[in-house]
């Protein structure tokens, strides 16, 4: 199993000590402060300059996916995407937090977990509430553009993590649609189940394990199946793969470029 965490308090990576939301426990979830961590900023360029957690860099899931050579979304090249993290000061020995918007950023903090998981990282963390939810707990911020370093670092790709059209056309498990009921019923992978990714929120906080996985299971979600995850782009379903990890799934994968690279490269559609 994949190891995921959800955490509650978090160091910066200049090592001043922050607090922010009070823990909500899970079972296979440390929400312990994560030492000297490394804050990663994944809201939009704009917000992060206007106010972040004192420590924190700044990478934007934009400068994850490109479009290929064929035009067709989906992840960046492998070196490319290293080397964005790279050029923030991220490496694969040293834990990551990853803040963003909660159920209001599109899924900006799960797919930059996606991505570092992807890369190989083994030590992910998500702070449940985002940066709102920092704040409103009295957290500590400060504005501006920040001060990232530039490291070299050696990642090693988890491929198991991403999937290919292929992949999904003859997925053995839960093809897990996770974009809004109405994006579903104009088309989606034959046999996909829907589950809109922002049904594991309550509120602005992510719900309990035993909410989420009872609202997935509901929804016709096997979790002792391999889930591969799709959406429009692959954005929101990165957040939804960050989510199954949590509940220990061990062959969650994100497909991305999802619906428009599905669409694209002829897939069947059932509406």
Known sequence: MRPVFVVAMVTSGCGTAVHGLEPTAWSNVVVATPGDALVVDARPGSA???????????????????EDDQGLWGVRPDAALADVFSQAGVRPD????????????????GNMYWALRYLGHPDVRVLNGGHLGWLAMGGAEESGAGNARVVDADWSVDDGALATTDD????????????????????????AVWFEWTDVFDGELIASEAAVRARLETAGVDLETPVVTTCRSGIRAGHTFMMLEALGVDDAANYVGSWRRWTAEGGAVER
Do not use: K
Not at 100 to 108: K, T
Not at 170 to 181: E, F, I, K, M
């Open 48 to 66: 992060y300059r206007a106010g972040h957690i004192p420590g924190a860099v700044h990478v934007h899931w934009t400068e994850l996916t490109q």
């Open 94 to 109: 040293e834990p990551v937090v990853v803040v963003g918007s909660g159920p209001m950023g599109g899924g900006d903090d």
């Open 168 to 191: 999904v056309a003859g997925w053995p498990g839960t093809v897990l649609d996770v974009r809004s009921a109405e994006e579903f019923d104009r088309g989606h992978v034959p046999g």
